[in-house]
């Protein structure tokens, strides 16, 4: 009797925390509050929950009377009548045996029901093609229902994903929560990604000055900057790859075609960096000590060199000019 009590009380707090779930992951974590013995007892309700619904529906004589039936139905009777209705369609051959899988179900369950059924085939259709002209075709797979479903669960995975990277601490989470990604949510994020690339890229390009650029990256969304990001790379690298084999000037010109203006932007602001590094540097070595003025010029040409050099003593001039009084 005590082990009765104790079931009838895990599945109360089963049921009540199904209720306020959020989401199905949030449902399956709740199955942790129910003991072997609770479970047993849960799968007996809904065993006895189906057999009465379908029993009274057998007896109705119109469709006022099968509605009321479904009074009969808990939550989780519902949910088993669900995964029957799809393992039934899973293995139907014919149109006949598909509408006797769903035949006593509930309107509303039906449609559901079916509409996960279409998008199954659709995926399985999908991951069989072998172009984009072919995923085209599995598309009318797609019942509108079907079509419905398949966006809502797009935009839940989507939003599950963004959820999990704002928490995420470093780039090893972040990249954990791409496995909240379905394939076609992944293939949105990348569209929205493009998109707000794009429209940042069109309103930099209408950009009259350096603020005005700024107030475009609002526009970028995290992933978007971070594929303009991973795009900028890119363009450097193949820049300074094709600038190592440049046997002349103009073949160094030539590579210039490499940089996406956003690249270009990238490697100017590299170079004010290096040219203010540098130039603090010479500023803060001793005149006198050769060797700390020419390791602030390590790695430059003898050109570069001649140039830094020359407009330090400039500057050391003009400084002791400004400073003289006679």
């Not at 963004?162 to 992944?186: G, H, I, M």
């Not at 590299?270 to 020419?294: E, G, H």
């Not at 400084?319 to 003289?324: E, G």
């Given at each position: 009797r005590k082990l009765l009590e104790e079931a009838k009380e895990s599945v109360k707090a089963y049921k009540d925390c199904v209720s306020r779930a959020r989401n199905e992951k949030e449902k399956q974590e709740c199955e942790k509050l129910l003991t072997p013995e609770a479970r047993k007892l849960l799968e007996q309700e809904v065993k006895k929950s189906v057999k009465a619904y379908l029993d009274c529906v057998s007896r109705a004589r119109n469709e006022k009377e099968k509605k009321e039936c479904e009074k009969l139905l808990t939550p989780e009777a519902r949910k088993l009548l669900e995964n029957q209705a799809l393992d039934c369609?899973?293995?139907?051959?014919?149109?006949?045996?598909?509408?006797?899988?769903?035949?006593?179900?509930?309107?509303?369950?039906?449609?559901?029901?079916?509409?996960?059924?279409?998008?199954?085939?659709?995926?399985?259709?999908?991951?069989?093609?072998k172009t984009e002209a072919e995923r085209k075709e599995c598309e009318k797979l797609l019942t509108p229902e079907a079509r419905k479903l398949l966006e809502q669960e797009v935009k839940?995975?989507?939003?599950?994903?963004?959820?999990?990277?704002?928490?995420?601490?470093?780039?090893?989470?972040?990249?954990?929560?791409?496995?909240?990604?379905?394939?076609?949510?992944?293939?949105?994020?990348?569209?929205?990604?493009?998109?707000s690339v794009k429209a940042y890229l069109d309103c930099v390009s209408r950009a009259r000055n350096e603020k005005e650029k700024q107030e475009c990256e609002k526009l970028?969304?995290?992933e978007a900057r971070k594929l303009l990001e991973q795009e900028v790379k890119k363009s450097v690298k193949a820049y300074l790859d094709c600038v190592s084999r440049a046997r002349n000037e103009k073949e160094k010109q030539e590579c210039e075609k490499l940089l996406t203006p956003e690249a270009r932007?990238?490697?100017?602001?590299?170079?004010?960096?290096?040219?203010?590094?540098?130039?603090?540097?010479?500023?803060?070595?001793?005149?006198?000590?050769?060797?700390?003025?020419?390791?602030?010029l390590d790695g430059l040409s003898d050109e570069e060199k001649l140039k830094y050099l020359q407009e330090a003593r400039e500057k050391a001039v003009l400084?002791?000019?400004?400073?003289?009084r006679t």
């Open positions: 369609l899973k293995n139907a051959k014919t149109e006949a045996e598909k509408k006797r899988c769903v035949k006593d179900l509930p309107k509303d369950l039906q449609k559901k029901v079916l509409a996960k059924e279409s998008v199954r085939v659709y995926l399985d259709c999908v991951s069989q093609a839940k995975s989507v939003k599950a994903y963004l959820d999990c990277v704002s928490r995420a601490r470093n780039e090893k989470e972040k990249q954990e929560c791409e496995k909240l990604l379905t394939p076609e949510a992944r293939k949105l994020l990348e569209q929205e990604v493009k998109k970028l969304t995290p932007k990238f490697l100017e602001k590299q170079r004010q960096q290096k040219d203010k590094a540098i130039k603090d540097c010479l500023k803060n070595a001793n005149p006198n000590d050769r060797a700390a003025i020419m390791k602030c400084d002791c000019l400004k400073t003289a």
